[in-house]
C-alpha cells in the first residue's frame, strides 16, 4: 500500500504505519487502522489526490476478498478430509496392494511381494538386503513377462542359513534383450488393521508398517 502523498503526518500517524502488533505483514484489520489514521493525521491545507484514495480503497476491498476466500478454501479442506478420513476408515480389515521394498520374515514364515515390469524382462535379479543395508542374497528370477508376477524367497541366506524374523528390503535389476533397463516396481498385499490420521496425511497400518493412502495401488475384500 502507498502511504506517501498524503500530505504531512503527524508522529501519532508514523506511530500506526509501524507492524501491529509485532506482526511482518498487514491483515485487514490493520490496514483498516492505518488507512483512518491517515485520514486523521492529514494536512488539511494539502490537496488529497483522489486515484490515491481509491486506488488504498480497492486494495482493502481486495485485501478483504482474499481472506474472505481463504476462510472459504480453509473450510472445504476440513470437510474433504473429513470425508477421506470417514472413506479410509471403511478400508479396516481389507486386503491392499501397496508399492512397497520391504518383505518380513514373521515367526519363520517370509512375506510374498509382488513385482510389477512395464515391460518383458530377459533379465530379473533380486537382491534382499537386512536392517543393516547388507546383502543377505541375490536371486536371478531369469526371464519375466511383463506385468506381475510373485517373488518368492525362502527365508535363507546365500549359504542357506535360515535368517531371523524382521524386515528386509529388497532391490530389483531388470533389463530387456537389448541389455536396456526394464521398469520395475515391488509392491505388497497385506490386510489393513487400523487406519491413522496424522498431521493431515492418512496411514494404513497394515502387517506392522504405515503406508500413506496414495502409495495404495489396489482394494480387495
Same mark, same amino acid.
Given at each position: 500500500?502507498?502511504?506517501?502523498?498524503?500530505?504531512?503526518?503527524?508522529?501519532?500517524?508514523?506511530?500506526?504505519?509501524?507492524?501491529?502488533?509485532?506482526?511482518?505483514?498487514?491483515?485487514?484489520?490493520?490496514?483498516?487502522?492505518?488507512?483512518?489514521?491517515?485520514? =486523521?493525521?492529514?494536512?488539511?491545507?494539502?490537496?488529497?489526490?483522489?486515484?490515491?484514495?481509491?486506488?488504498?480503497?480497492?486494495?482493502?476491498?481486495?485485501?478483504?476478498?482474499?481472506? #474472505?476466500? #481463504? %476462510?472459504?478454501?480453509?473450510?472445504?479442506?476440513?470437510?474433504?478430509?473429513?470425508?477421506?478420513?470417514? /472413506?479410509? +476408515?471403511?478400508?479396516?480389515?481389507?486386503?491392499?496392494?501397496?508399492?512397497?521394498?520391504?518383505?518380513?520374515? %514373521?515367526?519363520?514364515?517370509?512375506?510374498?511381494?509382488?513385482?510389477?515390469?512395464?515391460?518383458?524382462?530377459?533379465?530379473?535379479?533380486?537382491?534382499?538386503?537386512? %536392517?543393516? #543395508?547388507?546383502?543377505?542374497? +541375490?536371486?536371478?528370477?531369469?526371464?519375466?513377462?511383463?506385468?506381475?508376477?510373485?517373488?518368492?524367497?525362502?527365508?535363507?541366506?546365500?549359504?542357506?542359513? =535360515?535368517?531371523?524374523?524382521?524386515?528386509?528390503?529388497?532391490?530389483?535389476? +531388470?533389463?530387456? +534383450?537389448?541389455?536396456?533397463?526394464? /521398469?520395475?516396481?515391488?509392491?505388497?498385499?497385506?490386510?489393513?488393521?487400523?487406519?491413522?490420521?496424522?498431521?493431515?496425511?492418512?496411514?494404513?497400518?497394515?502387517?506392522?508398517?504405515?503406508?500413506?493412502?496414495?502409495?495404495? #495401488?489396489?482394494?480387495?475384500?
Amino acid at each position: 500500500m502507498d502511504v506517501t502523498g498524503l500530505g504531512t503526518t503527524s508522529s501519532a500517524a508514523a506511530a500506526s504505519q509501524k507492524p501491529v502488533g509485532g506482526l511482518k505483514s498487514l491483515d485487514k484489520d490493520s490496514f483498516l487502522m492505518l488507512l483512518v489514521a491517515q485520514l =486523521k493525521n492529514q494536512d488539511p491545507s494539502s490537496t488529497q489526490d483522489p486515484n490515491q484514495m481509491v486506488q488504498q480503497i480497492t486494495s482493502f476491498s481486495s485485501l478483504e476478498t482474499l481472506q #474472505n476466500n #481463504n %476462510k472459504l478454501l480453509e473450510g472445504i479442506q476440513a470437510q474433504n478430509l473429513g470425508i477421506f478420513q470417514a /472413506q479410509a +476408515a471403511g478400508m479396516v480389515g481389507k486386503m491392499v496392494k501397496v508399492a512397497s521394498n520391504q518383505m518380513d520374515i %514373521k515367526n519363520g514364515q517370509v512375506g510374498v511381494m509382488g513385482l510389477d515390469l512395464a515391460g518383458r524382462a530377459t533379465s530379473v535379479t533380486v537382491t534382499i538386503k537386512d %536392517k543393516d #543395508n547388507k546383502i543377505v542374497k +541375490a536371486m536371478d528370477l531369469g526371464s519375466k513377462p511383463m506385468g506381475t508376477t510373485a517373488v518368492e524367497w525362502d527365508g535363507k541366506d546365500a549359504k542357506g542359513n =535360515k535368517m531371523p524374523d524382521g524386515t528386509y528390503t529388497v532391490e530389483v535389476k +531388470a533389463t530387456d +534383450a537389448d541389455g536396456k533397463e526394464v /521398469q520395475a516396481a515391488t509392491t505388497s498385499r497385506l490386510k489393513v488393521d487400523s487406519v491413522v490420521f496424522a498431521d493431515g496425511v492418512i496411514y494404513l497400518m497394515a502387517g506392522g508398517h504405515r503406508f500413506p493412502l496414495t502409495s495404495v #495401488n489396489e482394494v480387495s475384500a
